[in-house]
Structure formats: structure tokens, C-alpha cells
């Protein structure tokens, strides 16, 4: 292959416009958002067979975001700053873990899901689905993004709440062992509703700064 060959493909693979970061965001939230609906459903009914299903959805939540950084570190101009693309999808990637993580804690344990961790899982979706509307508003701008930052922001309030109102029921049982293994679980899902403010943060910072 010629000089000027191989210079001429650098610059258009360094210069081309085939892949959209923010349809790639908008799918790797809604993947995500997907794992933590399963997550809800699980905890809800402790069918095994969604063990399963969170764990391989949490593997292609991890395929989307690959393909994102392979692209970031492809490409010489982006929509908006690479910083921003890279952390959100690493903040969003995180949500989807610790989901993960809490199934895996469930099950080393042997426990079932309590009344307030099903009602958490259930909030941790909703502030899950806001965060991919959210996304899903980057490219166009759309108003709607400031309503579903601020409903993400006030599911992870009440997540954190009910997470304090859990550990204060959970200690008041007198099987020290049960309240560790239990407590590891609780921690779980506040850190997932942590990841959500996360996300919701960085989320407002862009709008602000492209609007």
C-alpha cells in the first residue's frame, strides 16, 4: 500500500460520521434501564430465571459501552466533549453493576428480598428510566431533559431515605448474621441510587453547557 494510501484512510477513518454517539448513549441507557426493570421483577417475584437475564443484560450494557469507547478513541471530533460521552457511559455502566452485584450478594446468601428492598428495586427502575429519558434528549435538546433530571434526582432522595428507614428495621433483628448479610445488600442498592444522582448530575452539567 502507497504512502498517501494509507494517510487517505487514517484521515477518513479519523474524520468519518458513521456512528452517532448519542444514539449509542440513548442505547446503552435503555439497556440499562432494561437490567434494572428485570432487577424490580426479580426482586418481586425471586424467579431464577431473571438471574440469568440480569446478568447477560449487564454483559451487553458492557458490549454497548465498549463500542463507545472504541469509537471515542476512533474518531477526531465529537458532538459533545469526549470527557463527557466517556463518563457517562461509565456512570450509567455502573448503575447496571451494581444491579448485578445485588443479585450476586442475594444469592451467595441465600436470602430473600424484603418488603423495602422490593419497594427499592422499584424506585431504583424509575430513577433508572428517567435517566434514559434524559439521555435520549441529549441530541435534540428537548426542555424535557430538566424534568427527567429532576425526577432522577428525587428517586435517589427517596431511595436513601427508605435505605435509612431499612437498616433501622433490619437492626432490630437480633441475628447478627442476618443483619450483615442483609446490610451488604441494602448497600447495594444505595450505591446503584447513588450512580443514578451521578448520572443525573453530569446530565444537567451538559445541558447547561450545550444548550
Not at 500500500?1 to 477518513?12: A, D, P, Q, Y
Not at 477513518?13 to 442505547?27: E, P, T, V
Not at 458490549?63 to 465529537?78: K, P
Request: proline share 1%; charged share 30%; net charge negative.
Amino acid at each position: 500500500m502507497r504512502k498517501n494510501e494509507k494517510r487517505s484512510g487514517f484521515l477518513t477513518r479519523l474524520f468519518r460520521k458513521d456512528y452517532n454517539f448519542y444514539a449509542g448513549l440513548a442505547a446503552h441507557a435503555a439497556k440499562v434501564s432494561e437490567g434494572l426493570c428485570v432487577l424490580a421483577l426479580w426482586a418481586k417475584t425471586g424467579d431464577p430465571a431473571l438471574d440469568q437475564r440480569i446478568r447477560d443484560i449487564e454483559h451487553e450494557a458492557d458490549q454497548i459501552q465498549l463500542r463507545i469507547e472504541d469509537e471515542l478513541g476512533d474518531v477526531f471530533s465529537t458532538p459533545i466533549d469526549r470527557e463527557d460521552i466517556h463518563h457517562l457511559a461509565n456512570i450509567v455502566d455502573q448503575i447496571m453493576n451494581y444491579a448485578k452485584n445485588t443479585v450476586r450478594e442475594v444469592e451467595i446468601f441465600n436470602l430473600t428480598m424484603d418488603d423495602e428492598m422490593v419497594l427499592l428495586t422499584t424506585l431504583l427502575e424509575e430513577g433508572t428510566c428517567a435517566i434514559k429519558s434524559a439521555v435520549c434528549c441529549l441530541e435534540s435538546r428537548s426542555p424535557e431533559i430538566v424534568k427527567d433530571i429532576e425526577t432522577a434526582v428525587k428517586t435517589e432522595r427517596v431511595v436513601e431515605k427508605m435505605y435509612r428507614q431499612g437498616l433501622k428495621h433490619l437492626f432490630e433483628l437480633d441475628d447478627i448474621k442476618e443483619i450483615l448479610k442483609r446490610r451488604e445488600v441494602y448497600r447495594h442498592l444505595s450505591n446503584t441510587a447513588d450512580r443514578i444522582h451521578d448520572a443525573a448530575s453530569l446530565l444537567s452539567m451538559i445541558h447547561v453547557k450545550y444548550e
